[in-house]
């Protein structure tokens, strides 16, 4: 299956500092490119590694063959409940990859990409029940434009709101064509662009992409033991963000926690003081490589209560 070579895939793979007899999880399995270099950097340590991936098709990349890795098919955000029914509460590292695997933007009837017409989809897990179809036929303006304005920084998402509110009173809007034909008045800058920010919107508003990250941070915190990695790579502003909010804080907002002394709760020491960006060779050779950021931490200490 045509799923995205993995970017950064050495410098994830190093920063886990991976570790005989070491409990690893890849939450974004999606084709297994990350997980196979796991597997292959411990060479014949009896590691543990889960991949989760919510997606169904991304069981067709099992690593059936290497005993030490277990498929899990779940949305990360299910990370502890899952683990725990293999009898797991603490790990080593986890990995991170938060880009959209291009074997779901290749499939039309998916409905990821404006490039294809079909129906307005865009679930990560086909189970879900809420469609991008469901997001723009029946939240108000007022959300929409909250959508548009938060996870895709459109930069008219008033007027375009109030445009796809007005259209769907004449006719649903049910396929990617018909939102494209109601978007084109309204594209401002360059068009590819404008309706990458659109699609991303809507795509992190269906599946919850936000809401998911924050539970799997979380999560991660709770389980990683001291002297664990936690190694992010993210894609855009949204989960950048997060991503160091965690690090430097511990929770997703940012919000510096003191104990009755004043000491700062710090779960993580900052591996990466700056992000690890891909390199101009490696951008050259894989154009979705270009937004990547890395970020690494190292837990220290356990949550305090």
Known sequence: MDYHVPVLADECVEQLQIRPEGVYVDVTFGGGGHSRLILNKAGDDPIRLFGFDQDEDARANDLTEDDRFTFVAANFRHLKRYLRLYGVTQIDGLLADLGVSSHQFNQPERGFSFRFDADLDMRMGTAADRSAADVVNQYSAEDLQKVFGEYGEVRNSRTLAQAIVQAREEK???????????????????????????FQALRIEVNDEIGALRELFEQATELLKPGGRLVVLSYHSLEDRMTKNILRSGNAEGKVNKDFYGNIDRPYKIITKKPILPTEEEQARNSRSRSAKLRVGERVQERSS
């Open 172 to 198: 649903s809007i049910a396929t990617i064509n018909d939102l494209l034909n109601v978007m084109e008045p309204y594209v401002r800058g360059q068009r590819p662009r404008y309706l990458a920010q659109v």
